[in-house]
């Protein structure tokens, strides 16, 4: 890439920050909602509402509780919010019961909520252990952000084992957005994960949640505390803190009298829970205040005791030392669990939290006092770089800065440079060459196309700069617009406005190949000598009424012939071994086979389903019907009360086809829930996520569904022969549905043609009246085809193509272990191509 | 006593006794006369207060204890067969709660199937039992990390948690409630279940109803079981199965289901542990060799329906135990192949956990 075009990337990143900076923060004012009947949830929005403060932004809280005072101190606005009693929460935890929220307690909180909203008017509601907030925040159509732990994220590495049917959480609140669901209005959430990677690891990071850190109070260390005065520093100091709320201290007075002989001081904390009996006279070695900086004392304690909460365990981290605690609440054993398990502390059960057992501890942890603090010194120094306030502020600029963006730059999915215009150059029509995409791509890095610089490497999103470009870059859309065209004139034509088949089967010769490329990711090689490979390959499979006569003719190397499984749809399992790491590897197949038009023919072929795959084929989780974007969709659906299960799908297709436009989405699962969420939120979809909510809501209306899986021929190379390629994607994945209706058996109902129609139009990406007017004719006439019929162009596989690894690398080394020496092995590189000749 | 007795039920236990006390306790409330029935417990090599508790308690059945040494529970079932007195063997193990009912429906079975008939029952499990070492005291387990939060639950909350003798005996439509259908908090035991009973109440002399046979909760005729010698001692995983098998092969026998139903005292159970897994897959194998039938590896193709598998091609499943009769007894050459094929080449051969490939592009 040339300099000049480097310097006007750098000017056009230069862009982006000076709009940071001219982000009119003023006019963006804050809400922050916290429990203010805890001390850590109202330290940690204090030191949110400071960070945001410092930046500019207007910032109002609301809360109630004791610890109110502290953040009015601070000299910010705080309203009185109906909360939760402390005294009713702990009495339900303190018998094990987590429906502390009933639906009363929401709905008087929620009020409450909307009250302040609509008196506040803020851009972003940011709450701390307000879970009535984010219905709040639903219900008043404002964007929030929750700050919470790494333990509540999705994929949480470390979840708890509990009780079948145990629910700390979930119930009530869904129940209550269910009912209120029509009346939720467009907002977005993200979340603070007020946590440390080290500590609280997961396993895939979920879009919308970021690691920020702790939000530690960090005071001004105080010049002089006396509590340490005329105290002799002989023998270690450990700290004790009763924590400011949950079940009483009652182990204390003992404890006390028990350290007397103790080689050790014991300072305690009690927030004014706990007093010493007057007419005892406490041990010399023990110390008791009401309030202390746990900063301040942990950087002269050797180690922190007590019924800790995550603040006071990062407040320890953050200082080297280790925790003797134990758990009173969920979150409490979450993070305890990590504390033990890292080897940072001990943890005691609740039960026993007792004088015998902390008095063990603490001796346990003096006698390998240097081993603790030589696996607590690395979270010191790991924690020392996170600045959780800034952090979070910095998120709030971006959400600010992107809120309104279609396009968003997420590194997880960052491709180079080099790499995007090969992915691009394989995946489009051929007059798109590699010199046209580069260009293509340098005229748009400063009109949006989003993009990031990485030192000298320019880095794209491989989901939305697609989808910009598609969007927006009338060569990209137009060239495969018209490609499309010249495909359907090949198989269709029109008769009346309506599509028809020009023939009923269509015989193929196809040439598959998979090369991999030497070298992977920075250029260093992808294979060993010697290295072994274990490969599915997805091949056509027969089936009646649509696919018939597969014929493998050759496989390369020749030896796949032998673990061809026609009846599997797969080249199955076999093995290549890599002779030459420096060569480009290829294997392959051609095959021919023989695909049918579905849908035209006048008899129609009624197949049978029974009873077990009537269920089969109806099974829906419960818990996306629920979701308030389904329970909206369906009350919204345009359809009347005897309405046929066809009319029914067909109301569904047109309300989905006719509002999403395809896109690229940044996918970490396809789960039904997920593609559901996501489509009905938003305005793109691609065939997997469109088929799995289309299949989903048919379901929720008693309309069996399945799923059918393949790979679509591709681009026209001429009238006769067509190419479908990739670069480090599989080629066989394409999804449609087929719904069950009881007059005509199963019927294919395919997105891909519709949404890469009139809705993928934006005003930007197609110049060409002649092709906008061709379009829009269009429309109407294959949004009919699509539901009901099936031209030639997909090639049917198994379903199980999407749960398959093509290629699987051998590990030699892991043969003994439990999962196996074969990896999937997302890092290789590698080019797919499938080409059909129409014979 | 008189040496022939209707029934006798054959517990084999190894330090279960909490569990054990209460399933006598369901054997103290039968419907069926006591003076009808013995129960045999085989000690496995009990070390716990298994031995103490049997010899403090009074039953209204005849209640013996033989063995002692640890043996196995298959040769300790072979041990209980050997002594049993009754016309037909129940078999229970030390922590399936029988319904008061469960051996009155068990001869009814009998004498409608008669001799030949292999009877299974249906199985529920009690869920929130999983973490205590005594469901009647609520003593929690004491070798995993049991929650604190679970603890708490416990201590505040027994009624729900726990289980007590009483509650067998006096109010035994408190455990129905609390029942959930499947042996574990799988919906593959649920789902197995129901094929089986689907199977055999479609085909009651199905040549595949051994796959039904769970002798968790199952009765078969005592001269029927003596005659083929017993479980076999070496199998490790899936016994019930072998020797229904082998009492279909050998006897003419066929599986009848009926409706007597136990309540599986859940304890911890590590669904992910390695030698579980492998105990399944080995005594597979084991019943291939023995019985030189390699069809019998179908079972994986089930059990990739129960427990999904990515690299088991979806054409490749077969969907329900009808569908695995129907090809049991009419495999294919073709479709063989291909199952050998995929035995041969899975990446691992063990079960995987499902795992699918996103993808994000198909214009």
Redesign the interface.
Not at chain 2, 147 to 157: I, N
Not at chain 2, 344 to 348: G, S, T, V
């Given at each position: 890439m040339a300099t000049r075009d480097i310097a006007r990337a750098l000017a056009d990143g230069l862009r982006t920050k000076a709009a940071s900076l001219r982000l009119d923060r003023n006019s963006l004012p804050v809400l922050i909602f916290f429990h203010g009947q805890a001390l850590a949830h109202t330290i940690r929005p204090l030191v949110l509402a400071r960070a945001l403060r410092n930046r500019g932004y207007p910032v109002v809280l609301a809360g109630r509780g004791p610890h109110v005072v502290r953040v009015r101190q601070e000299g910010f606005e705080v309203h009185d919010v109906e909360t939760l009693p402390q005294s009713r929460m702990d009495q339900y935890v303190e018998r094990g019961d987590y429906g502390y929220y009933d639906v009363d307690w929401i709905d008087r909180c929620v009020a409450a909520e909307r009250t302040i909203i609509q008196m506040v008017r803020p851009s972003l509601i940011v709450h701390d252990m307000k879970p009535t907030a984010h219905i709040s925040a639903r219900l008043e159509g404002v964007d929030d952000a929750r700050i919470t732990q790494a333990y509540n994220h999705p994929a949480y590495a470390h979840p708890l084992r509990l009780p079948a049917g145990f629910d700390p959480s979930a119930g009530p609140f869904d129940a209550y957005l269910e009912t209120h669901a029509p009346r939720t209005r467009p907002q977005k959430s993200f979340f603070f994960l007020a946590d440390v990677p080290q500590l609280h690891d997961v396993e895939r990071p979920a879009p919308g949640y970021h690691f920020i850190g702790p939000l530690l109070d960090q005071p001004a260390r105080p010049s002089h505390v006396d509590v340490l005065d005329n105290w002799s520093d002989e023998g270690p100091l450990v700290y004790l803190t009763c924590g400011s709320s949950g079940r009483d201290p009652d182990y204390l007075a003992e404890l006390v009298e028990a350290v007397r002989d103790r080689p050790y001081r014991l300072l305690v904390t009690t927030a004014n829970r706990w007093t010493p009996r007057p007419d005892r006279q406490l041990p010399t070695n023990v110390r008791v205040v009401p309030f202390l900086s746990g900063e301040w004392i942990l950087q002269h304690a050797s180690m922190l005791v007590g019924i800790v909460g995550v603040g006071a365990i990062y407040q320890a981290l953050s200082q080297g030392k280790p925790i003797v605690g134990a758990p009173e609440h969920l979150d409490q054993e979450f993070h305890l669990n990590r504390v033990r398990d890292l080897g940072l502390g001990i943890k005691l059960d609740r039960a026993d939290f007792c004088t015998d057992s902390i008095l063990q501890a603490i001796d346990h942890v003096l006698l390998h006092e240097s081993e603790f603090h030589e696996r607590c010194a690395p979270f010191a120094a790991g924690l020392a770089p996170y600045a959780a306030g800034v952090a979070a502020v910095d998120l709030v600029d971006q959400h600010f800065l992107h809120r309104d963006d279609k396009y968003r730059f997420n590194a997880a999915f960052g491709i180079s440079g080099e790499e995007f215009v090969r992915y691009l150059e394989a995946t489009t029509p051929t007059q798109l060459s590699g010199a046209v995409i580069q260009k293509m791509l340098l005229r748009n890095l400063r009109r949006g196309l989003p993009h990031r610089w990485v030192g000298d490497s320019l880095v794209f999103d491989r989901v939305d700069s697609w989808n910009w470009l598609y969007e927006n870059e009338p060569i990209f859309f137009e060239a495969d617009y018209r490609a499309l065209e010249l495909k359907r004139h090949a198989f269709h034509r029109m008769d009346r406005e309506k599509v028809v088949s020009r023939n009923r089967w269509q015989r193929y010769r196809l040439r598959y190949r998979l090369t991999l490329d030497p070298l992977g990711p920075g250029g260093k090689p992808a294979f060993k000598a010697g290295q072994r490979l274990k490969v599915f390959l997805p091949i056509p499979v027969d089936r009646p009424g649509h696919q018939r006569g597969v014929n493998i003719l050759q496989t390369t190397p020749s030896a796949l012939t032998e673990q061809v499984a026609h009846g599997l749809g797969f080249i199955y399992g076999a093995i290549v071994t890599i002779e030459d790491p420096s060569l480009p590897l290829t294997i392959g197949y051609d095959a021919e086979v023989n695909v049918r038009a579905i849908g035209d023919e006048q008899a129609v072929r009624r197949d049978e389903l029974s009873g077990r795959e009537r269920t089969h084929r109806l099974q829906v989780d419960e818990s996306i019907l629920h979701l308030p974007e389904v329970l909206k969709f369906r009350a919204e659906l345009d359809r009347a009360p005897d309405d046929s299960d066809e009319a029914t799908a067909r109301a569904i297709y047109r309300a989905l086809a006719t509002t999403r436009r395809f896109g690229k989405t940044h996918d970490r699962t396809q789960s039904p829930k997920y593609c559901t969420s996501l489509v009905l939120r938003s305005e793109r979809g691609h065939c997997t996520t469109l088929a799995r909510t289309f299949a989903t809501l048919c379901r929720a209306e008693g309309i069996p569904t399945r799923e059918v899986h393949g790979a679509l021929i591709g681009y026209p190379l001429d009238e006769k022969t067509y190419l479908h390629a990739s670069r480090n994607e599989p080629l066989f994945g394409h999804t449609w549905v087929e719904i069950f209706l009881s007059e005509k058996g199963w019927v294919p109902v395919e997105f891909h043609g519709i949404v890469i129609g009139q809705q993928a139009m934006t005003g930007r990406n197609v110049r060409d009246r002649r092709l906008r007017r061709q379009i829009e004719a269009n429309t109407e006439p294959y949004l009919d085809y699509y539901f009901g019929h099936l031209d030639h162009q997909r090639i049917l596989c198994s379903p199980s193509v999407k749960r398959m690894h093509t290629l699987l690398l051998e590990h030699p080394e892991e043969r003994e272990t439990m999962r196996g020496p074969w990896r999937s092995a997302p890092e290789l590189r590698y080019d797919n191509s499938l080409r059909v000749d129409c014979l | 006593m008189s040496d022939r007795l209707d029934i006798s039920v054959v517990i084999p236990t190894r330090n279960q006794a909490p569990r054990l006390a209460l399933v006598l306790a369901g054997l103290d409330v039968q419907t069926f006369a006591a003076d009808r029935f013995e129960v045999i417990v085989v000690d496995d090599g009990c070390q716990d207060e298994t031995v103490e508790m049997l010899g403090h308690r009074r039953s209204s059945f005849s209640l013996r204890r033989i063995g002692g040494r640890p043996v196995g529970r298959n040769a300790a079932r072979n041990l209980g067969i050997e002594a049993a007195h009754g016309v037909l063997t129940v078999f229970l193990d030390a922590d399936a709660l029988p319904e008061p009912e469960l051996l009155a429906k068990y001869w009814q079975g009998h004498l409608e199937h008669g001799g030949m008939a292999i009877l299974t029952g249906m199985q529920y499990h009690l869920?929130?039992l999983?973490?205590l070492h005594d469901p009647r005291t609520g003593e929690l387990l004491t070798h995993i990390?049991v929650?604190?939060?679970?603890?708490?639950?416990?201590?505040?909350?027994p009624a729900d948690?726990g289980l007590t003798e009483r509650t067998v005996r006096e109010d035994f439509d408190t455990v129905r409630r609390r029942g959930?259908e499947g042996s574990y908090?799988n919906p593959g035991t649920i789902e197995r279940q129901a094929q089986a009973r689907?199977l055999l109440d479609l085909c009651p002399r199905s040549r595949t109803g051994w796959l039904a046979f769970i002798p968790h909760n199952g009765a078969i005729t005592t001269s029927l079981l003596r005659s083929t010698g017993g479980f076999d001692a070496e199998i490790p995983f899936n016994e019930g199965w072998e020797l229904a098998y082998r009492l279909q092969r050998q006897q003419g026998a066929f599986v009848q289901t009926t409706h007597a139903s136990t309540y599986h005292l859940y304890h911890y159970h590590d669904f992910e542990s390695?030698q579980q897994i492998r105990d399944r897959y080995d005594a597979i194998e084991h019943m291939v060799a023995r019985h030189a039938d390699p069809r019998i590896r179908m079972v994986y193709f089930w059990y990739a329906q129960l427990w999904?598998d990515?690299?088991?091609?979806?054409?490749?499943v077969i969907?329900?135990l009808l569908e695995f009769d129907r090809l049991y007894a009419d495999l294919s050459d073709?479709?063989w192949?291909?199952y050998e094929?995929?035995l041969?080449?899975?990446?691992?051969e063990?079960p995987l956990i499902?795992?699918?490939?996103?993808?994000?592009?198909?214009?």
């Open positions: - | 869920p929130e999983e973490f990390d929650p604190s939060v679970v603890r708490d639950l416990h201590q505040t909350r948690f959930v908090p689907q390695h999904p990515p690299y088991i091609p979806e054409e490749a969907p329900d073709v479709l192949r291909e094929l995929v041969a080449h899975h990446p691992k063990l499902p795992v699918e490939v996103t993808y994000d592009s198909c214009a």
